[in-house]
């Protein structure tokens, strides 16, 4: 059962680092995922993240930008530094129904 992270608001120890959010680079995947993607709609970010609860492959996390509030959907976890709580998220975002 997939669940959704908030980082709406950031507290000690669940963070958000907005400065590592950035688009994935142009060679992930296969060209079928990239011809997939592109004619889905969507792309893909990745972001490191603070969280007290451990992100899974299929949980969705929630976050504010200036357009609004995003919920995009979580398709890979790596543990960074610290693997206790700092991970390293690879989200698929899709703009037609991920604003709320």
Do not use: C
């Not at 680079?25 to 792309?43: A, C, E, I, M, V």
């Not at 007290?52 to 530094?81: C, H, L, N, Q, W």
């Amino acid at each position: 059962m997939s669940k959704t992270i908030d980082f709406t608001r950031n507290t000690w120890g669940h963070a958000i680092h907005g400065f590592t959010l950035s688009r994935e680079p142009l060679k992930y995947g296969s060209w079928l995922t990239r011809l997939l993607d592109k004619y889905k709609g969507q792309y893909r970010k990745s972001v490191m993240v603070h969280s007290s609860v451990y992100p899974y492959k299929g949980d969705f996390i929630k976050y504010k930008t200036e357009g609004g509030v995003i919920r995009a959907e979580i398709y890979d976890v790596k543990p960074s530094f610290d693997p206790r709580d700092m991970f390293t998220l690879h989200l698929i975002f899709r703009p037609k129904e991920g604003y709320f």
